[in-house]
């Protein structure tokens, strides 16, 4: 009987040992989540790994234009990861000119060709003295003296201030644009942009932030009968390469002029066509209708980027240019595209 009872003590003891090694008392759920968390895998590890929060450094590659992208880089100047992207045009064109009556000739349709091109804010101002040179713009801003005649345009019709000192205008408006030129008697003439520089620098110093654009006038017609055109011995050409090579050696070199406006080449390039060398009302001011009309499409395209053949406005008066407008439009694309030379027209 004893026998018996130990050989049933045996047993139990037995079984219970084998519970304890088969698991009975492994951990539960819970301390094996907790043994896992502590030893993550290698892609848990990579998950989180620190993300750099960026610095970046910006460099503006090209400034956007009232039509036109323009393009910045950005660097990390913690990683440096670099990133290249568009900054978006503008959609604003305020343009100033300090001119004369070619400036008159150049804006005439500009408010109306930039409107429809996609410009949703167009201000143009103009101050005009006839015959204006720049050593009398020179004169006028020492001075202060009020002789201009302020012509402004916001709404597709001009207005005019008579009076108007220099000063007046430049504060007048945030300009984005400020727009200069010799009186076109002595565009070709260097001995005469003396004062080009007092100019430019002083209206640059009060408008910082515009950009400067130099409208490059048309030679005259070749019967034109103003006896200014005696200094290019009434040769049209002579005086057309002469404007180019004063412009190129006397205001091109200048730091603050961002760019031309090639107005005289584009009237030059229309030439070529069958209209041939009919764009002046009395020899060297522009017509009404093809003259005044292509010089306003290149300071469109010159100052915003915009494409020339976007546009199908015209003004309704003159419906011969809608008939010929991809003339006028091939004229001013070349002559943005090869600002000092004669591209003809097919």
Same mark, same amino acid.
């Given at each position: 009987? =004893?026998?018996? =009872?130990?050989?049933?003590?045996?047993?139990?003891?037995?079984?219970?040992?084998?519970?304890?090694?088969?698991?009975?008392?492994? +951990?539960? @759920?819970?301390?094996?989540?907790?043994?896992?968390?502590?030893?993550?895998?290698?892609?848990?590890?990579?998950?989180?790994?620190?993300?750099?929060?960026?610095?970046?450094?910006?460099?503006?590659? *090209?400034?956007?234009?009232?039509?036109?992208? $323009?393009?910045?880089?950005?660097v990390c100047r913690l990683c440096n990861e670099t990133v290249t992207e568009?900054?978006?045009? *503008?959609?604003?064109?305020?343009?100033?000119a300090v001119g004369n009556s070619f400036s008159v000739d150049g804006m005439?349709?500009?408010?109306? /060709?930039?409107?429809?091109?996609?410009?949703?804010?167009?201000?143009?101002?103009?101050?005009? /003295?006839?015959?204006?040179?720049? %050593?009398?713009?020179?004169?006028?801003? =020492?001075?202060?003296? &009020?002789?201009?005649?302020?012509?402004?345009?916001?709404?597709?019709?001009?207005?005019?201030?008579?009076?108007?000192?220099?000063?007046?205008?430049?504060?007048?408006?945030?300009?984005? #644009?400020?727009?200069?030129?010799?009186?076109?008697?002595?565009?070709?003439?260097?001995?005469?942009?003396?004062?080009?520089?007092?100019?430019?620098?002083? /209206? &640059?110093?009060?408008?910082?932030?515009?950009? #400067?654009?130099?409208?490059?006038?048309?030679?005259?017609?070749?019967?034109?009968?103003?006896?200014?055109?005696?200094?290019? %011995?009434?040769?049209?050409?002579?005086?057309?390469?002469?404007?180019?090579?004063?412009?190129?050696?006397?205001?091109? +070199?200048?730091?603050? /002029?961002?760019?031309?406006?090639?107005?005289?080449?584009?009237?030059?390039?229309?030439?070529?066509?069958?209209?041939? @060398?009919?764009?002046?009302? %009395?020899?060297?001011?522009?017509?009404?209708? #093809? $003259?005044? #009309?292509?010089?306003?499409?290149?300071?469109?395209?010159?100052?915003? $980027?915009?494409?020339?053949?976007?546009?199908?406005?015209?003004?309704?008066?003159?419906?011969?240019?809608?008939?010929?407008?991809?003339?006028?439009?091939?004229?001013?694309?070349?002559?943005?595209?090869?600002?000092?030379?004669?591209?003809?027209? =097919?």
């Amino acid at each position: 009987m =004893k026998i018996i =009872k130990k050989i049933i003590i045996f047993l139990v003891v037995f079984l219970i040992s084998s519970s304890v090694g088969c698991g009975g008392t492994a +951990p539960d @759920d819970g301390a094996v989540s907790q043994n896992t968390s502590s030893n993550p895998s290698s892609a848990e590890t990579e998950s989180q790994a620190p993300v750099c929060e960026h610095d970046f450094e910006i460099t503006v590659l *090209t400034e956007p234009l009232p039509l036109k992208d $323009g393009e910045q880089k950005k660097v990390c100047r913690l990683c440096n990861e670099t990133v290249t992207e568009p900054i978006p045009a *503008t959609k604003t064109l305020k343009v100033l000119a300090v001119g004369n009556s070619f400036s008159v000739d150049g804006m005439e349709y500009l408010w109306h /060709i930039a409107t429809d091109a996609g410009c949703e804010n167009v201000i143009l101002g103009n101050l005009y /003295i006839g015959g204006c040179s720049l %050593d009398m713009h020179w004169s006028n801003i =020492k001075s202060d003296a &009020a002789k201009y005649i302020y012509y402004k345009n916001t709404d597709g019709k001009w207005t005019e201030t008579e009076n108007t000192p220099i000063s007046h205008a430049i504060a007048d408006e945030d300009w984005d #644009f400020v727009t200069l030129q010799q009186v076109s008697a002595k565009s070709g003439l260097p001995q005469s942009y003396g004062n080009a520089e007092n100019v430019i620098s002083h /209206i &640059a110093s009060e408008l910082p932030n515009a950009r #400067f654009f130099w409208q490059m006038t048309w030679a005259y017609q070749h019967d034109a009968y103003t006896s200014n055109f005696k200094a290019y %011995d009434r040769d049209q050409l002579k005086m057309y390469k002469a404007i180019v090579d004063t412009f190129k050696t006397e205001i091109q +070199p200048n730091e603050n /002029i961002d760019g031309v406006i090639p107005a005289g080449t584009a009237i030059q390039n229309l030439r070529t066509t069958y209209i041939g @060398d009919t764009l002046t009302r %009395d020899g060297h001011h522009l017509s009404l209708d #093809f $003259g005044r #009309f292509t010089a306003s499409f290149a300071w469109y395209a010159a100052l915003t $980027g915009g494409d020339v053949e976007a546009v199908d406005w015209y003004p309704e008066k003159y419906p011969k240019i809608g008939e010929d407008l991809k003339f006028v439009q091939s004229s001013v694309k070349d002559a943005v595209k090869n600002p000092f030379e004669i591209t003809e027209q =097919k």
